[in-house]
Nanobody
């Protein structure tokens, strides 16, 4: 399984970014996909999940601001992040449990105040 995250960058508070995670080596359409993040000196936390049927779940800290989605035909997951805050600064990772725990390389999101 390979997960390739992209779309991170530097943005001012209140701005938006869209992350993408391209997946290969798995039956993408049947898996629950996750976005995690890890801020400096903090533990990795689950940000959002999306099931194979499109049901979603969000951390309280991002509800109403972030939207997770997937395109099964493109084998890609997305995270639309709006109204970004400095506390959203972190490395964002895509994750899937498929035979084992699989992680992408992460993409850095930096939100300036």
């Amino acid at each position: 399984v390979q997960l390739q995250a992209s779309g991170g960058g530097l943005v001012q508070a209140g701005g938006s970014l869209r992350l993408s995670c391209a997946a290969s080596g798995l039956n993408f359409g049947i898996t629950t996909m996750n976005w995690y993040r890890q801020a400096p000196a903090k533990e990795r936390e689950l940000v959002a999940s999306i099931t194979s049927s499109g049901s979603t779940n969000y951390a309280d800290s991002v509800k109403g601001r972030f939207t997770i989605s997937r395109d099964n035909a493109r084998r890609t997951m997305y995270l639309q992040m709006n109204s970004l805050k400095p506390e959203d600064t972190a490395v964002y990772y895509c994750n899937v449990w498929y035979r084992r725990d699989n992680w992408g390389q992460g993409t850095l999101v930096t939100v300036s105040s």
